[in-house]
């Protein structure tokens, strides 16, 4: 499985971006795509996720501001992120989860850079 992501950018606090990561390959096997991000200085964490069936899951820290969605028939899971804050800044991963056997898989990042 091979991911891309794509999409960031340098935007102003209010302002929103849409990401988007696109999946090749053995995509059949991943049960979840899930976005993460690091901001500087800080650890990598969890941003939102949506799995094969659709089911979706926030952080708190984005909830009603960011929504994950998925294209099937173009591979393809995107974050809308809307009322963007500096805090938001971070290089933003995407990630394809396989529970059995457990793998996970990483596109490279791509950088959200938000100015107030």
């Known amino acids: 499985v091979q991911l891309q992501a794509f999409g960031g950018g340098l935007v102003r606090a209010g302002g929103s971006l849409r990401l988007s990561c696109a999946a090749t390959?053995?995509?059949?096997?991943?049960?979840?795509i899930n976005w993460y991000r690091q901001g500087p200085g800080k650890q990598r964490e969890l941003v939102a996720g949506?799995?094969?069936?659709?089911?979706?899951n926030y952080a708190d820290s984005v909830k009603g501001r960011f929504t994950i969605s998925r294209d099937n028939a173009k591979n393809t899971v995107y974050l809308q992120m809307n009322s963007l804050k500096p805090e938001d800044t971070a290089v933003y991963y995407c990630?394809?989860?396989?529970?059995?056997?457990?793998?996970?898989?990483w596109g490279q990042g791509t950088l959200v850079t938000v100015s107030s």
């Open positions: 990630n394809g989860h396989r529970r059995v056997p457990r793998a996970d898989y």
């Open positions: 949506i799995t094969s069936g659709g089911s979706t």
């Open positions: 390959g053995n995509i059949f096997s991943i049960n979840a």
